[in-house]
């Protein structure tokens, strides 16, 4: 399985940017797939997940009422819509991908990885 993230740059305070995650390499109808984020210095941390076929989703407490995770099964791609963008946002984010039904925050449950986008966001 190949995972690859797209989107990140340069947005202002307030503003909204959208990620995206394609998957390739496998079938997806039993996998949770993930963002997750780490900003320097600082521990990778769960953004928001989805289950791919009942479109379950789990966000964290900082990004509740700003973020929205969804996928597009006929792309095979996972987006995530981010508004109201804060500094504390800037980080580089990680798709990530787990087989079964449950999700978790922990990044050590998740099998594959793909490179990070990095989100920037100025005061």
């Known amino acids: 399985v190949q995972l690859q993230a797209s989107g990140g740059g340069l947005v202002q305070a307030g503003g909204s940017l959208r990620l995206s995650c394609t998957a390739s390499?496998?079938?997806?109808?039993?996998?949770?797939m993930a963002w997750f984020r780490q900003a320097p210095g600082k521990d990778r941390e769960f953004v928001a997940s989805?289950?791919?076929?009942?479109?379950?989703?789990e966000y964290a407490d900082s990004v509740k009422g700003r973020f929205a995770i969804s996928r597009d099964n006929a792309r095979s791609t996972m987006n995530l819509q981010m508004n109201s963008l804060k500094p504390e946002d800037t980080a580089v984010y990680y798709c990530?991908?787990?087989?079964?039904?449950?999700?978790?925050?922990?990044?050590?449950?998740?099998?594959?990885w793909g490179q990070g986008t990095l989100v920037t966001v100025s005061s």
């Open positions: 990530a991908l787990r087989r079964g039904t449950i999700a978790t925050v922990r990044t050590d449950r998740y099998d594959y």
């Open positions: 989805i289950h791919w076929s009942t479109i379950n989703t």
């Open positions: 390499g496998g079938t997806f109808s039993n996998v949770v």
